[in-house]
RNA sequence: CGGGGCGUGGCUCAGCCUGGUAGAGCACCUGGUUCGGGACCAGGGGGUCGGAGGUUCAAAUCCUCUCGCCCCGACCA
């Protein structure tokens, strides 16, 4: 059989394996109809879900509530923070006419929504007692992007935001912390996708923050990838909307404001780091689906005890946890149910046939391990769930082992041009380069020269502390990560 | 917004240059044989060729206008 292969090899062109992957996954595809957009499809909506889920929790188990707000925010909300004005004006979409009026004040789609919980929130916090408010918000928001890619950067996308309030900075900035730490343990320990927490720099802050806080992640090709911001905002937003308490002195004071969000392009940097050229690798504990039996028979004797043998494994995985799904559609070759699973990531494909069940045995494979196993039937379930811890944690692992192999230092900004400037998403070549680096726009600018830019400072230093700036020669505290980036 | 590409059955595309009965592969439906890594044979359904206008006896094909999408760059979760 010649090579039907429909997914184009990483190493031959990884954008098109990503995309390749996104479509014979069945993950999402582009809404065509309208610039710019995706249908999220269900395999692909589903792992949004989980994560949406483990998310959730963690919000919840950290004393967030969840709310909604308007979609259309008026116009002027917008430009009551100057720098978020700034920052988000050339990329709005407008409603100027409605029920066939012209609209005597536009609205925005949300970009994101500070502005308007801004504006509740300052009728909602009257007393100290009214904080922290701790709100989250599951919603769609819209960018007009000049350029898209599938999950990682579409002109509308999912997204959580959270936006809360606080009496004191210092609340405030352990809140983002917090909120942080739960994005980098969702990211690692569900995901499997490696992160580095940090600090954005001056110059890739967020539009009105003080400060942002970010995970970044390394991708397959080497590009770094933002997965999740918490912001704080200081009092920017709440001196705009004159969000203001009063203390316990009976002070008025302004209250001091978080943010933070992730979003549907997470399922872009799931794919990007551990899927293969057969496919979508998904974590286990993402999986919709861990498990996939299938049934191979001939005659109709084999076809009637096959599948009752399968029934029976199928009903003893459920019942130890496993989210598994048997295979039984009839006029599918077992060959072509391989590679239907396969191609969507579920983490453990087990087959059973008339010489399996003679024997008492079934066949096993991981999906990220190159050969299958016989196993016996008795106490699969045992096995699977086994299976699917080491393979969670070895996904992990060999992510980090990535990462670490394409993490390097450099000491001067010609090394790290010299580093960097080949690399592309299609190509691959991307590093984490570790330099020092001083936290100025000036400094920043100059890595645009080879599209690169300041990833992250981050929190912790793994390297060998204070140095000198590679461009000022100041010294500052510690290496950052440079890279190029989605 | 600059540069490039493309709109023809559900999908990928050929046909266009040189106008003359709308095609292929995949997918789909039916029947049979198959079934341990993308099965095979036979039969079958499905397209106002992105849209409008023009030239012509005749337009998917030539001309004009128009709409849309994709890719590359500048901007960005």
Partial sequence: MADKSKITPRAE?????????????????SAEVVKGCMVIRPHGYAIWERLQAELDSRFKATGHQNAYFPLLIPMSFIKKEAEHV???????AVVTIAGGETLEEPYVIRPTSETIIGYFYAKWIKSWRDLPLLINQWANVVRWELRTRMFLRT??????????AHATQQEAEEEARRMLDVYADVAENIMAMPVIRGIKSQAERFAGATRSFCIEAMMQNGLALQAGTSHELGQNFAKAFEIRFQNKSGELEFAWQTSWGVSTRLLGGLIMSHSDDRGLVLPPKLAPVQAVIIPIYRKDEERSA??????????ELRAAGV??????????????????????????????GPRDLAVGNVVFRRRDAAEKQTVPAEGLAAVVVRTLDQMQTEMLEAA??????NTVLAGSLEEVRAILESATAEKGGGKFVMAHLKDDKACDA???EFKASVRCIPLEDHYDGPGKCIITGETVPHRVVIAKSY
Avoid at 18 to 29: G, K, M, N, R, S
Avoid at 306 to 315: H, I
Avoid at 400 to 405: A, E, F, G, P, V
Wanted: a negative charge; proline letters at 4%.
């Fill in 155 to 164: 002109t509308e996308f999912l997204w959580q935001e959270g936006h809360t």
């Fill in 306 to 315: 096959v599948l009752e043998k399968v029934q029976q494994l199928t009903s």
């Fill in 323 to 352: 989210a598994v799904n048997a295979d039984d559609r009839e006029g599918y070759t077992p060959g072509n149910k391989f590679f239907h699973w396969e191609q969507h990531g579920v983490p453990v494909i087990i087959e059973l």
């Fill in 446 to 448: 100059r890595l645009k």
């Fill in 13 to 29: 062109n990884f954008a098109r394996w990503y995309l390749d992957v996104i479509q014979q996954a069945e993950l999402a595809e």
């Fill in 400 to 405: 980090r082992k990535r990462r670490s192999d």
């Fill in 86 to 92: 700034e920052g988000f004006a050339p990329e709005l």
